[in-house]
């Protein structure tokens, strides 16, 4: 069955980076859309970022646009998130999620399968 783990979170002061790994397993991913999304405390959960693992075109939200950079590697399955400029706004639990669908899904209703999260906790 599809498989996505989620790791690299951490603590970090403002004005740090982290890079989020989502380590994808139990099928072909080659004709799928993979997407990053947060949930802060008390909030809903929103979208970060996506890629197309075919071709690799990106999409960002507004808010993290030009600070984080979504990328894929190929050979080893794994879709990965660089936030640099961290701030403690961005402190959420961040979730790796997968589609087939054609268009790129900006909700997660969009989204079939989900990982179990990683915690970034931006404070100083």
């Known amino acids: 069955q599809v498989q996505l783990v989620e790791s690299g979170g951490g603590l970090v002061q403002p004005g740090a980076s982290l890079r989020l790994s989502c380590a994808a397993s139990?099928?072909?991913?080659?004709?799928?859309?993979m997407g990053w999304f947060r949930q802060a405390p008390g909030k809903e959960r929103e979208f970060v970022a996506a890629?197309?693992?075919?071709?690799?075109?990106?999409y960002y939200a507004d808010s993290v646009n030009g600070r984080f950079t979504i990328s894929r590697d190929n050979a080893k399955n794994t879709v990965y998130l660089q936030m640099n400029s961290l701030k403690p706004q961005d402190t959420a639990v961040f979730y790796c999620?997968?589609?087939?669908?054609?268009?790129?899904?900006?909700?997660?209703?969009?989204?079939?399968?989900w990982g179990q999260g990683t915690q970034v906790t931006v404070s100083s």
């Open positions: 999620a997968a589609t087939r669908k054609v268009r790129v899904p900006r909700d997660q209703q969009g989204y079939d399968y």
């Open positions: 139990g099928r072909t991913f080659s004709g799928d859309i």
């Open positions: 890629i197309r693992w075919s071709g690799g075109s990106t």
